[in-house]
């Protein structure tokens, strides 16, 4: 049985602190005491969080999924995947889209890896921006590509 404490502090530096025990609830017990001396050791902090890293949670039934988000089964909560490589990550515990209980209750299995489905997590106004750095980046190549001609 094991849970995990992600800590963001100042200045964006994460650590992630895993806690095994007996059981369920000793894991569980361990976890939340940690979190607890965290809290008042360090009050500054950007965010505790506490993960379930082998019991996946599926999302409220009728949930309906907030726009540029993703359900995460260790979290417990929606969350912002972000573009890493090729994969997409959860922006708290470090999950992969490709984990089978990302893709069973965000339903990506049809989605293909890459682009598609890094855009699939990217708000609308993210996506536009994208859209028109690409088109600078076009545009500029064919000026160069005029000028040498």
């Keep these: 049985m094991a849970k995990a404490v992600v800590v963001f502090h100042p200045g964006g530096i994460k650590t992630i602190t895993r ?10 017990r361990k976890a939340r005491k940690f979190a607890q001396r965290v809290e008042e050791e360090i009050p500054d902090h950007e965010g505790i969080f506490l993960i379930d890293t082998l019991n996946p949670t599926s999302p409220p039934s009728g949930a309906k999924r907030p726009s540029g988000k993703f359900w995460c089964p260790y979290c417990a909560d929606w969350r912002t995947f972000k573009p890493w490589y090729d994969y997409l990550r959860c922006e708290v515990c470090n999950i992969s ?4 209980y990302v893709k069973k209750y965000n339903r990506l299995w049809s989605a293909s890896r890459g682009i598609a489905l890094r855009d699939q997590a990217l708000d609308p106004k993210e996506l536009e921006k994208r859209a ?12 160069r590509k005029e000028g040498r001609g």
Aim: glycine letters at 4%; charged letters at 55%.
């Design 19 to 28: 806690f095994n025990g007996e059981s369920d609830k000793q894991a569980l």
């Design 97 to 100: 889209n490709e984990d089978w």
């Design 132 to 143: 028109k750095k690409r088109e600078r980046a076009r545009q500029r190549r064919l000026r």
